[in-house]
């Protein structure tokens, strides 16, 4: 049961017991390493939108911007992954006139809305060049733009 040590028992934890912890603890480690997204992913920024884009967009669907399209432009500012600007273009019958916006830049994707909620857009970005979909007052668009020198 025990080993004698000088007058005394000595006693020992069960060599179960012991690795039972040490599994424990290492599933509470593994759990807590998988609860949250990666921050390094959150805070990737490959690109740089800061300039101003000039491009179009084609709509379908039955609202204001619906079955129409042409031309559009966004002026960028970029701070780290987040960006802010201006919108206008034949955008305007949807949003009024040169409105300002603000998105976010994670990885080679620019994510964007207006700030008075009627234009939304997701793009590629590669180098000059962005494409990519988005919505104007609840219809699809698809987007292209071209960064200008």
Same mark, same amino acid.
């Given at each position: 049961?025990?080993?004698?040590? %000088?007058?005394?028992?000595?006693?020992? $934890?069960?060599?179960?017991?012991?690795?039972?912890? /040490? &599994?424990?603890?290492?599933?509470?480690? &593994?759990? &807590?390493?998988? $609860?949250?997204?990666?921050?390094?992913?959150?805070? /990737?920024?490959?690109?740089?939108?800061?300039?101003?884009?000039?491009?179009?967009?084609? %709509?379908?669907?039955?609202? #204001? $911007?619906s079955?129409?399209?042409?031309?559009?432009?966004?002026?960028?500012?970029?701070s780290?992954?987040?960006? #802010?600007? @201006?919108?206008?273009?034949?955008?305007?019958?949807?949003?009024?006139?040169?409105?300002?916006?603000?998105? #976010?830049?994670?990885?080679?994707?620019?994510?964007?809305h207006? /700030?008075?909620?009627?234009? !939304?857009? $997701?793009? @590629?970005?590669?180098?000059?060049?962005?494409?990519? %979909?988005? !919505? &104007?007052?609840?219809?699809?668009? #698809?987007?292209?733009?071209?960064?200008?020198?």
């Open positions: 049961m025990g080993n004698k040590v %000088s007058g005394g028992m000595k006693r020992r $934890a069960p060599r179960g017991r012991i690795t039972g912890w /040490l &599994a424990i603890g290492c599933l509470v480690l &593994a759990a &807590a390493g998988c $609860a949250r997204p990666d921050w390094i992913e959150q805070t /990737l920024v490959t690109v740089d939108v800061t300039g101003v884009w000039r491009g179009s967009f084609s %709509s379908s669907g039955t609202g #204001t $911007a079955g129409g399209g042409g031309p559009v432009e966004l002026t960028l500012q970029q780290g992954t987040k960006v #802010t600007g @201006q919108l206008s273009g034949s955008l305007n019958s949807v949003v009024g006139g040169r409105v300002p916006i603000e998105g #976010t830049v994670n990885g080679d994707m620019f994510r964007f207006d /700030l008075r909620g009627g234009v !939304t857009g $997701a793009v @590629q970005v590669s180098g000059d060049e962005m494409n990519g %979909s988005g !919505t &104007a007052r609840e219809n699809s668009t #698809t987007i292209t733009l071209r960064r200008g020198r």
